[in-house]
């Protein structure tokens, strides 16, 4: 089981909002930034949210990231049909001195 | 633009070893740590470890520690990972990325690692 724990599924609809949590600890989210992934089936996961809260350039502020104590949240409005994909937080945990992935969470668009 | 291309499926026997490359380019190859994550079929993402191009320096999880060995040849901006004693298991993805403001921002395209008999 992962050191840091997602849901491992989500549903909403389209132009819907839906949030994914992403739970650590003191080690890993409580003393380190948060980012998040989007992996397309057969295809290389895809960074959308870096040190909590930023989006790399291309990416859509549709997408939006969070991060409080030890518990970090990406957040997706205006839901399409292609927001379908499985979402990982990740991030460094000092304790282990390795790099952490959640489990993962499978985002289906009803 | 970063790219990182790596090399091609690998087909290997059980306790066979495989290594596998990743060409860096559009950054100065010593700048950031280079990253390997596994990807079994239809599972999650497992870190694997890192390589510090500039001094050869290497963070290994405990889950492959003792079967792997990444490093980097600053003479051609490639790093390699070498996974030793394959076993079935160890048919996945492998993926490289280099740690850019705290996180995986650019991933190779990936290498197919088959253990079969």
């Known amino acids: 089981q992962s050191v840091l724990i997602q849901p491992p599924s989500a549903s909403g609809t389209p132009g819907q909002r839906v949030a994914i949590s992403c739970s650590g600890a003191?080690?890993?989210?409580?003393?380190?930034?948060v980012t998040w992934y989007r992996q397309l089936p057969g295809t290389a996961p895809k960074l959308l949210i870096y040190a909590n809260n930023k989006r790399p350039s291309g990416v859509p502020d549709r997408f939006s990231g969070s991060k409080s104590g030890t518990s970090a949240s990406l957040a997706i409005s205006g839901l399409h049909s292609d927001d379908e994909a499985v979402y990982y937080c990740?991030?460094?945990?000092?304790?282990?001195?390795?790099?952490?992935f959640g489990g993962g969470t499978k985002l289906s668009v009803l | 633009e970063v790219q990182l291309v790596q090399s091609g499926a690998e087909v290997k026997r059980p306790g066979a070893t495989v290594k596998i490359s990743c060409k860096v380019s559009?950054?100065?190859?010593?700048?950031?740590?280079i990253h390997w994550v596994k990807q079994a079929p239809g599972k999650g993402l497992e870190w694997m470890g890192l390589v510090d191009p500039e001094h050869g320096k290497t963070i290994y999880t405990e889950n492959f520690k003792d079967r792997l060995t990444l490093t980097a040849d600053r003479s051609t901006d490639t790093a390699y990972m070498e996974l030793r004693g394959l076993r079935s298991e160890d048919t996945a993805f492998y993926y490289c990325a280099p740690l850019r403001s705290g996180a995986l921002a650019t991933w190779g395209q990936g290498t197919l690692v088959t253990v079969s008999s």
């Open positions: 003191s080690s890993n989210i409580g003393s380190n930034t």
């Open positions: 559009g950054y100065t190859f010593t700048t950031f740590y």
């Open positions: 990740a991030g460094w945990d000092d304790s282990l001195n390795a790099w952490l």
